[in-house]
């Protein structure tokens, strides 16, 4: 029986990004996609990585996506995605994309363009 991540994998919004529904009038919010390929170890880990970064450092102004590429390859396809875990910021732009478990928190802000 598959974990959480695959099961949850299609659409998955962080409890902190619900707060995305009300209406903002300070800075964009940030909107990251995440795809992963089921429960691969690399992908579990990203998905941990990527819910400790937003906590941490955007908590109640992001939106996380977390995309199965096992369960949606045609929306991995469409965004050009052909290696997993692949953490992409949708916005603000310009769209940036970190490849990775994303282990390193202070690169993964860095390529994201958020420090």
Sequence with gaps: MPSEPARSAQRVVSAESTE???PRTTKAALRLRLFVA???PNS???IANV?????????????LEIVDMMIS???A????II???TLVKVS?????????SLDDTRQVLQALGCT
Excluded: K, S, Y
């Design 20 to 22: 995305m529904a009300r």
């Design 38 to 40: 089921g429960n691969a």
């Design 44 to 46: 579990v880990r990203a």
């Design 51 to 63: 819910r400790a970064i937003c906590a941490q450092h955007f908590a109640g102004r992001h939106e």
């Design 73 to 75: 390859p045609q929306r």
């Design 77 to 80: 396809m469409a965004d050009g």
């Design 83 to 85: 290696v997993t875990p």
């Design 92 to 100: 603000p732009l310009p769209v940036q994309r970190v490849i990775g």
